[in-house]
């Protein structure tokens, strides 16, 4: 069964887009078959890896409603081995029109279970990441629901800081009631400007509240990785020699670590 | 009749929060008496003003289920002049909650209303500021029922624009449904870094979509407004003569512009 990665923090820019597009990205330049998924109605994602919002055809507003088996949404993209399943604008009510149904926390994960077992095994991807949005509402909780483990994007300020606590309540609650499975795999330090002190005071935080938990990677802050997205493309194509694809590339390693080479 | 201006943009990260608290700040520094009210469950500017969470009493939840009159959760804030109604973690339940409630959009409008109508004249706020999460759910809709104008933090990055469109729209949509008085007071640019080309793309963007809504004052990126927050104080108090203090001081000459001195 290929791993599953929530990319999740309730706090708003933090990276959690650009990690989910660019370590999906480093993954499959590693020779992983990744599926990257948009919950988020912004649709920052699928503009990351795609470039292109007019786009037809079902969306995974059109999977959770049950419109459309996730087979129907999957595209691919840009980058060569790494497949998307879009979001859309339409998104946005998808908390509210679901808000009612049975089961409501666990439409994804019964959505990309059908998925997975309906593939053939040489197109069955290995890695799954699921980009959410910046809340800890429905769309969140299938996220939560459908995976294996959380990464948490965290920039190492003040603010960012506060909503720790209430994210790793929220997960524990999905593990007791929902996902016995989930685990946090592990918070990686985005945005990071190593100059100021807010930097490391923030960090030594975070190590203090969650021993262990905090990635060796640092994503340090690097202008190429915001440019990337207006070219549809990741980090790895747009600027390959940048400090971007560097850190994106050294957490692809730490991430799959264990796994080996293919 | 004060001004109550909601503080919006459904993109996280891009500023929403430490406008709210300095540009309220700075505006009571310039003699308005002014009242901030918190509608993000993470309790962001409720820290950022009084650096406490742990606090008892009344929050703006309890308002909107109509438990406590808005009078009830006011309290004074670390800046002079500056007043709160602070925000509570049960927040993140009220979207759900309150979705079926009737009027469901207009609940903080009249708890407003009724604190206005009931304050003294010599202690009615002036400008009352409302900090949106990063969503345009229910609490954002509430704000946009109960303010006449919208300001929208934008940090000029590619994908930080990628919603400005949906947002004009869910502000016009209310406009023709639910509050006829509610107008685009501008776009404040934020996190601007003025090295990189990226930011003069991306302001030339917002200029040709949204022609004359950009305002003149822009927010530099500072790491002094990062750190004030973990201090329980604004910009002006926490470093008065740093960027940051400079520009939300400007901010708020222009917003207040043609008001006048009090
Ligand atoms: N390491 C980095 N260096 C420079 N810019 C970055 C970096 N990571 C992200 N950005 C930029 O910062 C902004 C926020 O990042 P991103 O959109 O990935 O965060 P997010 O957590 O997904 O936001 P949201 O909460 O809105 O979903 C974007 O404009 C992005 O291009
Ligand atoms: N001009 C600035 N210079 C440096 N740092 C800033 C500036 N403005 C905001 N920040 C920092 O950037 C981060 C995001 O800002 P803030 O929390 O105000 O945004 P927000 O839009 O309210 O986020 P959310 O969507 O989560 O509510 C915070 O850590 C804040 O301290
Ligand atoms: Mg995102
Ligand atoms: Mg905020």
């Known amino acids: 069964a290929p791993r599953v990665i929530a990319i999740l923090n309730q706090k708003g820019g933090v ?3 650009t990690t989910t597009a660019n370590l999906g990205a480093a993954a499959a330049r590693l020779g992983r078959r990744v599926l990257a998924c948009d919950l988020d109605p912004q649709a920052n994602l699928t503009t990351h890896l795609t470039g292109d919002l007019r786009r037809e ?3 995974v507003y059109d999977v959770l409603r049950g419109d459309h088996p996730l087979a ?9 081995g790494l497949s998307l399943v879009p979001s ?3 998104l946005a009510g998808a908390e509210m029109e679901l808000a009612a149904a049975v089961g409501r926390e666990q439409l994804l994960r019964d959505a990309l279970a059908g998925f997975l077992s309906g593939a053939e ?5 290995e890695l799954v990441l699921l980009d959410c949005p910046p809340s800890l509402g429905l769309l969140s909780l299938n996220a939560l629901v459908a995976a294996g483990e959380v990464l948490v994007p965290l920039e190492p300020t003040f603010l960012a800081l506060q909503g720790l606590a209430k994210l790793l309540e929220v997960v524990d609650l999905v593990r007791r009631r929902l996902n016995p499975g989930l685990r946090l795999g592990g918070i990686v ?6 100059r100021t002190t807010l930097t490391a005071e923030a960090l030594a935080e975070v190590e203090r509240h ?4 905090l990635l060796r990677t640092r994503i340090r802050r690097n202008v190429r990785l915001a440019e990337a997205p207006s070219h549809g493309r990741s980090i790895l194509d747009y600027a390959p020699s940048s400090r971007g694809a560097e850190d994106y590339l050294a957490l692809a390693r730490e991430v799959l670590g264990g796994e080996g080479a293919p």
């Open 72 to 80: 129907d949404a999957v595209r691919e993209t840009s980058v060569p």
């Open 210 to 213: 969650v021993p262990g938990k």
């Open 57 to 59: 055809g079902p969306s």
């Open 189 to 194: 330090a985005c945005l990071v400007d190593a």
């Open 121 to 125: 095994d040489g197109r069955r991807p």
């Open 88 to 90: 859309h604008l339409d």
């Open 15 to 17: 990276g959690k887009t």
